[in-house]
């Protein structure tokens, strides 16, 4: 399984499925949620590395302040 590409799928979809998050925890949880529903056969290494991976992109786009600004 590419985790490079389920990265980019999160990042890609998280205006959507995080819609109104503004704090790294509640993202954490929601994309902890959207790695069950998608790819329940992730191993628990893997889906800590998916997460970790997608909250640096993210804080790296600015996604939280944008979050908090509208």
């Known amino acids: ?9 999160i990042c890609d979809e998280a205006d959507d499925f ?3 998050v503004n704090k790294r ?6 994309i902890a ?3 069950t529903i998608n790819h329940v056969k992730l ?3 893997d889906k800590k590395s998916v997460i970790d991976q997608s909250l640096r992109i993210l804080d790296q786009e600015g996604f939280f302040k944008a979050a908090r600004s509208e």
Do not use: H, Q
Not at 1 to 9: F, P
Not at 25 to 30: H, I, N, R, S, T
């Open 25 to 30: 925890d509640e993202a954490k949880a929601g």
């Open 18 to 20: 995080l819609a109104g």
């Open 1 to 9: 399984m590419d985790l490079k590409s389920i990265v980019s799928e």
């Open 43 to 45: 191993p628990p290494a």
């Open 33 to 35: 949620e959207w790695l």
